[in-house]
């Protein structure tokens, strides 16, 4: 149980376009889950939290309205990189806490190369 | 606020000797302390945690880790090194049950290398 997935695994864009990465709890329900990013050989920095049927709440530093978070479902929460930039290249992992919990589950992470 | 200190961006052990990966925190409310293992390219996976209770938790894959009030400190351990331990691990803290927001802290991570 308590498993997370992320799709796409890897994704390669040209410079200006814009990117969606999905992150779905696929046996429980998570009203909370949280978007890392991690540069190499480097820890998971929090971009946001995101709450299902709200608004998500970013880290300082973190511009959202470059990085677009839904929350629709209490299954499914999306990040989406618009116009991306070759500096936003990272690896991007979502986290999903188990409602009535304090237990995350990771996601197995997503690549984004911006060319 | 909150912070992990992980003493050593790598650690190198030999097959079969004693793993010791270090990590302290820093919290003003009673923390809950998480340890995760990230293989390359992978998410990371839950070793083990501290929330309430007894201090010396067992974890997967025969690690163990204490946590150390007065040392403000949750090491973790390992008796027996295996090659399929080689990996990145995270040290991380929340401001626990009832806490603001439940996010998590991560330290920096080390890098532990298993020698044959």
């Known amino acids: 149980g308590a498993v997370v997935s992320q799709h796409p695994s890897r994704v390669i864009c040209k410079s200006g376009t814009s990117v969606k990465i999905e992150c779905r709890s696929l046996?429980?329900?998570?009203?909370?889950m949280f978007w890392y990013r991690q540069f190499p050989k480097q820890s998971l920095m929090l971009m946001a939290t995101?709450?299902?049927?709200?608004?998500?709440?970013?880290e300082q530093g973190v511009e959202k309205d470059k990085f677009l978070i839904n929350h629709a479902s209490l299954t499914l929460s999306t990040l989406t990189v618009t116009s991306a930039h070759p500096e936003d290249s990272s690896f991007y992992i979502c986290?999903?806490?188990?409602?009535?919990?304090?237990?995350?589950?990771f996601g197995p992470g997503t690549r984004l190369t911006v060319t | 606020a909150q912070s992990v200190t992980q003493l050593g961006s790598h650690v190198s052990v030999s097959e079969g000797a004693l793993v010791l990966l270090r990590c302290n925190y820093s919290?003003?409310?009673?923390?809950?302390l998480f340890w995760y293992v990230q293989y390359p390219n992978q998410g990371l996976q839950l070793l083990l945690k501290?929330?309430?209770?007894?201090?010396l938790v067992k974890g997967i894959n025969g690690f163990e880790a204490e946590f150390k009030k007065s040392e403000t400190s949750f090491h973790l351990t390992k008796p027996s090194a295996h090659m399929s331990d080689a990996a990145e691990y995270f040290c991380?803290?929340?401001?626990?049950?009832?806490?603001?927001?439940?996010?998590?802290?991560f330290g920096t991570g080390t890098l532990l290398a298993v020698q044959p």
């Open positions: 986290s999903a806490r188990v409602d009535g919990t304090y237990e995350q589950y």
């Open positions: 046996d429980f329900q998570a009203t909370t």
């Open positions: 991380a803290v929340s401001d626990g049950e009832g806490g603001a927001t439940n996010k998590l802290i």
């Open positions: 501290y929330t309430t209770g007894a201090t």
């Open positions: 995101s709450n299902e049927g709200s608004k998500a709440t970013y």
């Open positions: 919290s003003s409310v009673p923390p809950y």
